[in-house]
T-cell receptor, first 112, second 116 residues
Framework: DAKTTQPPSMDCAEGRAANLPCNHS???????VYWYRQIHSQGPQYIIH???NNETNEMASLIITEDRKSSTLILPHATLRDTAVYYC?????????????FGTGTRLQVTL | ETGVTQTPRHLVMGMTNKKSLKCEQH?????MYWYKQSAKKPLELMFV???????ENNSVPSRFSPECPNSSHLFLHLHTLQPEDSALYLC???????????????FGAGTRLSVL
């Protein structure tokens, strides 16, 4: 499995953009990048995923570098409710039900 | 509300007890998962069920016994647990399509288990 590297923690002021980086230098050509987040003591929540193009949805934007070795999750206007642990996951393509391997993620603290 | 419901939310049990955790998904998915999250550790996958068939057992001790009677329900039967089994147990489901690289898993809120 391709592994990911994320900073253990980040701070962001409320209302500002939160940019969460992820390195996945060993990613294979058919592997997707997924982002999930986990608010304290709750189950993880899917945010966004992508293969090679940048993606945007109502929660966030995902920017993937051209060589696909890294990506950035952008929360355009962070709120206190965005305080959570954010996981960047690379999923191997299998075509059947397969696991998501969670690392330790980035703990984002949004402050007033 | 994610469409995945876990009961109970909290459970305290002794090492000689037998209990079961229940998970139900209302999303029409065909795959279900059990994860364990111990304090200050990443989520660990325990079991995967695809179309009611177990497709992965991630070296889980036999004191944890999963059951998937249909695609909507998943149980985790617990017996003779140890204090180190205290953790948050999370259930997830997804719709798996052959040939697709997508996997969006939807998680329940979890069962917080304490083994005394």
């Amino acid at each position: 499995d391709a592994k990911t590297t994320q900073p253990p923690s980040m701070d962001c002021a409320e209302g500002r953009a939160a940019n969460l980086p992820c390195n996945h230098s060993t990613i294979s050509g058919n592997e997707y990048v997924y982002w999930y987040r986990q608010i304290h003591s709750q189950g993880p929540q899917y945010i966004i995923h992508g293969l090679k193009n940048n993606e945007t949805n109502e929660m966030a934007s995902l920017i993937i570098t051209e060589d696909r070795k890294s990506s950035t999750l952008i929360l355009p206007h962070a709120t206190l409710r965005d305080t959570a642990v954010y996981y960047c996951i690379v999923r191997p393509y299998t075509g059947t039900a397969s696991k998501l391997t969670f690392g330790t993620g980035t703990r984002l603290q949004v402050t007033l | 509300e994610t469409g995945v419901t876990q009961t109970p939310r909290h459970l305290v049990m002794g090492m000689t007890n037998k209990k079961s955790l229940k998970c139900e998904q209302h999303l029409g998915h065909n795959a279900m998962y059990w994860y364990k999250q111990s304090a200050k550790k990443p989520l660990e996958l325990m079991f995967v069920y695809n179309f009611k068939e177990q497709t992965e057992n991630n070296s889980v001790p036999s004191r944890f016994s999963p059951e998937c009677p249909n695609s909507s329900h998943l149980f985790l039967h617990l017996h003779t647990l140890q204090p180190e089994d205290s953790a948050l147990y999370l259930c997830a489901s997804s719709q798996e399509t052959s040939g697709s690289g997508r996997n969006i898993q939807y998680f329940g809120a979890g069962t917080r288990l304490s083994v005394l």
